[in-house]
């Protein structure tokens, strides 16, 4: 007989410190690079970059979704921070499962939506570096 799936013995420490967190879930008002990401479950990502010199000096993150979702959120704001812009581009939704080492196979989509939220982050903070007058454009 198959013992039943204990939550707090069967999922990683990893996966348990990230999904439990709550000490970046704040909305930025002038980030210097934004994304939100919505999936198909309704679950919404949204990643908010603070950078000095193209490193990311801290990640914020707000989440409305499930617990995996927001294990998958923190795990990318996790494995960026303080990383240079280019090293993040380099972060993949395997990164991010293998992170959380006990993310459920049926929840990997949670990674993608992170990891995609943290894409759409990546690119405004290029188009912002780019065109700087955009900045004072965003409402959010």
């Given at each position: 007989m198959e013992k039943p799936f204990d939550f707090w013995q069967d999922h990683s420490d990893n996966f348990l410190e990230m999904a439990l967190r709550t000490d970046r879930d704040?909305?930025?008002?002038?980030?210097?690079?934004?994304?939100?990401?919505?999936?198909?479950?309704?679950?919404?990502i949204e990643?908010?970059?603070s950078a000095t010199d193209d490193r990311i000096d801290s990640v914020s993150v707000h989440i409305d979704g499930c617990i995996h979702t927001r294990a998958s959120a923190y795990a990318v704001s996790h494995l960026v921070e303080g990383k240079t812009m280019q090293q993040a581009w380099d972060v993949?939704?395997?990164?991010v499962i293998g992170f959380l080492q006990t993310l459920p196979q049926a929840s990997h989509y949670c990674a993608e939506l992170a990891v995609g939220a943290l894409y759409l982050a990546l690119a405004n903070y290029r188009d912002l570096r780019c065109n700087p007058w955009k900045a004072s454009y965003l409402k959010r």
């Open positions: 704040e909305k930025l008002l002038n980030p210097d690079g934004y994304g939100k990401n919505t999936g198909d479950c309704g679950d919404t990643i908010f970059l993949t939704t395997e990164d």
